[in-house]
Nanobody
Framework: VQLQASGGGLVQAGGSLRLSCSASGGTSSRYLMGWFRQAPGKEREFVVGIRGSGGSTFYAESVKGRFTISRDNAKNAVYLQMNSLKPEDTAVYYC????????????????????WGQGTLVTVSS
């Protein structure tokens, strides 16, 4: 399975970006999909996740109300709409896919994600 993230860039605070993640090589609409981010000098952190079947979503508190995840199973793609961006959102954003659909407390960790994309850089200027 290969994941390709795109859509990052430089944006001013308050602006918006839409990240895309295209999957190939045997992904399933049942896969758990997620976005993580890693800022310079910090650990990778969970941003948002979406289950395959049913499409339940999970958001980090820091992005609730500003970010929205969606998926298009026909296109094997996942999207992250990011609005009201803040300088603290600056990071490399990674998409990830998992073959299982664990409980919520595990969804927000890196544990259930088997495949990772290469990352796309988002820079938010103040």
């Amino acid at each position: 399975v290969q994941l390709q993230a795109s859509g990052g860039g430089l944006v001013q605070a308050g602006g918006s970006l839409r990240l895309s993640c295209s999957a190939s090589g045997g992904t399933s609409s049942r896969y758990l999909m997620g976005w993580f981010r890693q800022a310079p000098g910090k650990e990778r952190e969970f941003v948002v996740g979406i289950r395959g079947s049913g499409g339940s979503t999970f958001y980090a508190e820091s992005v609730k109300g500003r970010f929205t995840i969606s998926r298009d199973n026909a296109k094997n793609a996942v999207y992250l709409q990011m609005n009201s961006l803040k300088p603290e959102d600056t990071a490399v954003y990674y998409c990830a896919a998992g073959r299982t659909n664990p409980i919520a407390s595990v969804v927000v960790t890196t544990t259930p994600y088997d495949y990772w994309g290469q990352g796309t850089l988002v820079t938010v200027s103040s």
